[in-house]
Nanobody, 125 residues
Framework: QVQLVESGGGLVQPGGSLRLSCTAS????????IGWFRQAPGKEREQVAC??????????NYADSVEGRFTISRDSGKNTVYLEMSSLKPEDTAVYYC????????????????WGQGTQVTVSS
């Protein structure tokens, strides 16, 4: 099992950048595929990025809406998965969640067993 702690959310201007962090306070993220999700008011929870377990050196996946702007990565030495976001748009505004699964890679919310608390990202002038 893992417990996830998120950080890095906040207010940023359009075109700006943020880096979200997901760190395991209990356990190690190396054994889990990690997904980043977001949920805006009135919309369903959407996976924006995922990365396979570290042992697989496997694929990453991105939603079409963030492809080329967001990057998911691991730093196993820090037991952390990052979501680097650039060229941010107002429509990126949402609560962002980190989630973990023992599947090699997963793309849907019901595939994930462990969730962080969510962190607000607001893109506005």
């Amino acid at each position: 099992q893992v417990q996830l702690v998120e950080s890095g959310g906040g207010l940023v201007q359009p075109g700006g950048s943020l880096r979200l962090s997901c760190t395991a306070s209990v356990g190690t993220l190396d054994y889990y595929a990690i997904g980043w999700f977001r949920q805006a008011p009135g919309k369903e929870r959407e996976q924006v990025a995922c990365i396979s377990t570290s042992s697989r050196d496997g694929p990453t996946n991105y939603a079409d809406s963030v492809e080329g702007r967001f990057t998911i990565s691991r730093d196993s030495g820090k037991n952390t998965v990052y979501l680097e976001m650039s060229s941010l748009k107002p429509e990126d505004t949402a609560v962002y969640y980190c989630a973990a699964t023992r599947l090699i890679v997963a793309r849907t919310p019901n595939s994930y067993n462990y969730w962080g608390q969510g962190t607000q990202v607001t893109v506005s002038s």
